[in-house]
């Protein structure tokens, strides 16, 4: 039987939430109304990240883009209470023509409008540019480090000028081998940063290779130390796992996507080593970590602008959506966004890093984790309620027995929630799994059997209730409506159909999940229910 030991320390480090690049924030006017409400605003709620990083913060941002980012910010950010990390796509190209200071104060205009008008209160860092990026050339700052120094020195005065309560980041750097640019930026510019950043993606170890967690403890450890060393957090701003070779498809379009995109048969174990990225993050100390992305990027747009709202929609999304968007596949979200297909289903990921992120939240306190077996990787933190989460991942291929020893007084049994590589948990609605069992604590002690290549969740994160019922249904042609659920802890609905008035509610008979209060119906059926769903996954 594996040991597993999860400590209580006197002084443990705070935790900023494990979340996503959200780049539906400024793309949400390229979804139809279906795919919004069913797919990304349902998604959202349901898993609730309390910590994102979005391409945001543009010196030539136009008022349209601002506000349509804002009003996706009313629906999802402001209600989870979701801290943001905030970085343009690429900024310009610094050339002759450009003044540092103009440029500055721009972005500092537009943050004063986001923040003070729009109350995008939970705006928190901003980073000068993605990856330390420049117009078409990656990383020109990288070569031009007392040029980012110089961006950066004229944003924190800006910033300051108009009172915005904004923490610059550094460097946003990429891959291991330039995370000496953190070390640069501590040394030359840690007056004026906040905390620093940097991103990984794995291209060395696949999915099925083990070695993987120990590399990312290795290197997020060393950009953690350079950090602490100021007195400083680091955030790991960008993670996930990638093929080798992603850009030599011999395609005239750039393809962004991630490992099982090209691998599918990996999509499982693929999703449980996301897992193992995510609680080394964790593990090494670091403040905050955001996998890329939620969402797949939309399928590749013309950029051009027009007359109607939907050209204009398009033009913008093409211009304030990160560097290549109009040109290039990005596939690396948890949900797929195929309009000409109309594919919007779940991928695995969405079964472990959606509860990684509903789980590991912000203003959590981390648990030190041991065990006895090579197999094992876990990760542990409380919240200021007195609950804890615990995630546990078995690397063997055979069923194994572990014993958790919890140094954390349980009140009330753990909800289990279960993912196994090889019996994905696909559901065609996007959503997550539902818990199976509850475990007790017996004298600190937990007793559980892991599956072969699985993930379990464990936590006390969650309170028994009904929610309120849903009434007042109506059938009018193809469109079938209710009433809105005013349930304080609403989180969305759930609607069956059948043939049969005494029907029960179940997978089989769901037809859609959705944050609205009416859905069109692909086909008409003579019973319907509908059912809410609250945060923490109970149904009435």
């Not at 962004?256 to 993050?281: K, T």
């Not at 204009?312 to 000409?340: E, Q, T, V």
């Not at 876990?378 to 055979?398: E, L, P, Q």
């Amino acid at each position: 039987m594996s040991k597993i030991i999860i400590e209580k320390q006197r002084m443990r480090w705070l935790f900023g939430g494990i979340g996503f690049h959200n780049s539906e924030s400024t793309m949400s006017a390229l979804m139809n109304e279906e795919f919004m409400n069913e797919i990304a605003l349902k998604s959202f709620r349901e898993i609730s990240p309390t910590f994102s990083r979005v391409f945001a913060g543009y010196a030539d941002w136009t008022r349209e883009a601002m506000d349509s980012f804002a009003d996706y910010y009313d629906k999802t950010f402001r209600d989870a209470k979701t801290l943001l990390y905030i970085v343009p796509g690429r900024m310009p190209m610094p050339d002759e023509e450009f003044d540092i200071h103009e440029y500055a104060e721009k972005v500092a205009e537009n943050l004063d409008y986001l923040i003070n008008v729009r109350k995008c209160t939970k705006i928190r860092y901003y980073c000068a540019t993605n990856e330390l990026s420049c117009g078409n050339t990656y990383a020109y700052l990288a070569n031009h480090l007392d040029l980012l120094k110089e961006i950066h020195t004229e944003l924190y005065r800006a910033f300051r000028r108009h009172g915005l309560d904004i923490g610059l980041l550094a460097t946003d750097c990429s891959g291991v081998r330039n995370f000496g640019q953190i070390d640069w930026a501590t040394e030359n510019m840690d007056e004026i940063t906040e905390s620093y950043c940097a991103h990984l993606y794995n291209y060395d170890y696949p999915p099925s290779d083990p070695k993987g967690y120990d590399y990312y403890i290795e290197s997020f450890s060393k950009p953690v130390e350079a950090a602490r060393k100021k007195e400083k957090r680091f955030i790991l701003g960008e993670y996930g796992i990638n093929c080798p070779g992603k850009w030599d498809n011999g395609m005239p379009m750039g393809n962004d996507s991630a490992y099982p995109i090209d691998r599918p048969e990996e999509e499982g174990i693929y999703a449980l080593a996301l897992v193992e990225m995510s609680l080394a993050c964790i593990n090494s100390g670091c403040f905050a970590g955001c996998f890329w992305t939620m969402i797949d990027y939309p399928d590749p747009i013309i950029r051009e602008n027009g007359d109607s709202k939907e050209e204009k929609a398009i033009y913008d999304a093409s211009r304030f959506s990160g560097h290549g968007m109009s040109y290039r596949y990005n596939k690396n979200g948890l949900i797929k966004w195929c309009d000409d297909e109309s594919d919007y289903s779940s991928r695995a990921s969405l079964y472990t890093m959606g509860y990684m992120a509903k789980l590991f939240k912000k203003g959590s306190r981390v648990l030190k984790c041991s065990w006895d077996n090579e197999n094992i990787r876990c990760g542990a933190v409380t919240n200021a309620d007195g609950s804890v989460s615990i995630a546990i991942v078995n690397r063997g291929k055979d069923t194994d027995k572990a014993e958790i020893l919890l140094e954390h007084d349980c009140i009330k049994p753990l909800r289990k929630y279960v993912y196994e590589a090889n019996n994905i948990p696909y559901n065609d609605f996007c959503d997550l799994q539902a818990h199976s069992g509850k475990i007790s604590a017996k004298n600190g002690k937990i007793k559980i059997t892991l599956p072969p290549e699985s993930v379990i969740f464990l936590t006390t994160d969650y309170t028994d209730r009904k929610p309120s019922e849903i009434l007042s249904l109506k059938k009018k042609g193809k469109t079938l409506s209710w009433k809105k659920c005013e349930d304080a802890e609403h989180c969305y609905y759930r609607v069956f159909a059948s043939d049969k008035e005494d029907f029960i509610p179940s997978y089989e008979n769901q037809i859609a999940s959705t944050v609205a209060e009416c859905i069109t119906l692909k086909k008409i059926m003579p019973f319907y229910k509908v059912l809410s769903v609250d945060r923490w996954g109970n149904t009435r």
